[in-house]
């Protein structure tokens, strides 16, 4: 059976640093992987997804990015946080368009 | 521009009586709708998706109806429990890898 991980599973870190958090999926081959980022209040908000290997599509621009290293492998990064970069940010693969499988999230607070 | 409406932010109902979840949509035309539940601190996760030819599907306890004219589904759980309490998000799709989730209807099963 497939499984998805992310960690860390909580990050505190200060205004300027910089940032990277890690997915990996098991028992797939070629997943489509997406970050989702859910600020408090507010709905999913997808911010990259790939299709491949170094294939990368941005939906939002911000001071984030997205690679995919390894077929399995999808990392979320950042140079410089901002106050606004805190929030629930999680990684999702699927097979194909439609049903998507959730990580368990990383929960980042930049204070 | 494509927008998504879960019917409350909150619905509080007794354990036993059937909960009834509304999605509507405007300026879409999906070729399928997904209900995901999500607990607090956590990944959502799948439970149903129906296609635009389907006008109804079940599994278990759980009931969804897709009405293509009136651009709305209803999720329905049929004698509810406390443990059903969580947050549902709907998300119609139409074949792109750009996925959008509504917000999230927040249900609390009272004992």
């Known amino acids: 059976s497939q499984t998805i991980h992310q960690w860390p599973a909580t990050l505190v870190q200060p205004v300027g640093s910089p940032l990277s958090l890690e997915c990996t999926v098991e028992?797939?081959?070629?997943?489509?992987l997406y970050w989702y980022r859910q600020a408090a209040g507010r709905g999913l908000q997808l911010l990259f997804y790939?299709?491949?290997?170094?294939?990368i599509s941005s939906e939002v621009p911000q001071n984030l990015s997205a690679s995919r290293p390894q077929d399995r492998q999808f990392i979320l990064s950042s140079k410089k946080l901002l106050l606004s970069d805190s929030g629930f940010y999680l990684c999702?693969?699927?097979?194909?368009?439609?049903?998507?499988?959730f990580g368990p999230g990383t929960r980042l607070t930049v204070l | 521009s494509q927008k998504i409406e879960q019917n409350s932010e909150a619905l509080n109902i007794q354990e036993g009586k059937t909960a009834t979840l509304t999605c509507n949509y405007t300026?879409?035309?999906?070729?399928?709708l997904q209900w995901y539940r999500q607990d607090p601190g956590r990944g959502p996760v799948f439970l149903l998706l129906?296609?635009?030819?389907?006008k109804e599907k079940r599994k278990e306890r759980l009931k969804v109806t897709f009405d293509t004219t009136l651009k709305q589904s209803l999720f329905h759980i049929t004698a509810s429990q406390p443990a059903d309490s969580a947050t549902y998000l709907c998300?119609?799709?139409?074949?792109?890898?750009?996925?959008?989730f509504g917000k999230g209807t927040k249900l609390s099963v009272i004992p």
């Open positions: 028992g797939t081959s070629n997943p489509n």
């Open positions: 999702a693969w699927s097979l194909s368009t439609d049903t998507q499988y």
């Open positions: 300026n879409y035309s999906p070729a399928y």
């Open positions: 790939s299709v491949g290997i170094g294939q």
């Open positions: 129906i296609r635009e030819n389907e």
């Open positions: 998300a119609p799709g139409a074949g792109s890898y750009q996925l959008t």
